[in-house]
């Protein structure tokens, strides 16, 4: 499954923050300095799915705002609900 996230790094709180432009928007705590706000985004997700962290993996957009992940072993209903809550 293919999700696409806006991020805002150096946020008060990581946390779901609504949508962004066709992308689910993602506030981030962690700093964007040596990959960290990447780390965080996948533990983000990985927590909130219920999930291993190597499921989840940054398609595209490494060093911008916008991402492209890619999870393994979800579906759709799965993503919604956690996602939603």
């Not at 696409?4 to 962004?20: C, D, E, L, N, W």
Request: hydrophobic fraction near 50%; proline fraction near 5%.
């Amino acid at each position: 499954m293919r999700m696409s996230v806006y991020i805002q790094p150096r946020a008060a709180k990581t946390q779901i923050a609504g949508m962004h432009d066709g992308a689910i928007k993602i506030r981030i705590a962690a700093p964007p300095v040596d990959a960290a706000a990447n780390r965080a985004l996948i533990e983000f997700i990985a927590a909130r799915l219920g999930i291993a962290k190597r499921q989840v993996t940054i398609v595209s957009g490494h060093q911008s705002r916008r991402k492209i992940l890619d999870i393994d072993g979800v579906t759709l209903p799965q993503l919604t609900a956690a996602l939603s809550n």
